[in-house]
């Protein structure tokens, strides 16, 4: 999952170590002793119908921003974290914590969110 691109519709394979990547940012943290190569050729696999296809980079025209299987439009623009540069993450990785722990709802938190639940009623 790239925590870059939040609306990423494909995966890119990298021509260098042949892994699948969202951006080029996920390659460069988990690939970190090499750079992205630089290719002309991509190849995508489209998240939505799972298959893969290549395109032509330098080629590459609106008409080719589809998934030729399933017309998934993958050029997006980009939805980014907001607010990445300013709270570095933090009240980030807390937020999505609580929503996590919202959603679940284990036992163990269950009794935090009660004393949580009472702390609110008594205002
Ligand atoms: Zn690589
Ligand atoms: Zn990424
Ligand atoms: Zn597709």
Redesign the pocket.
Known sequence: MCKHILNAQVSIRSPCCRQWFDCALCHAENQPSHPLQPTTEMVFA?K??K?CFRKQVAEMEDADEY?P??D?HFVLEAVEPKARLEVEGEDVRRDARMLRDERVKGKEMASVWEDEGEAVRLG
């Open positions: 489209c939505k119908c298959k998934c299987h399933c998934n």
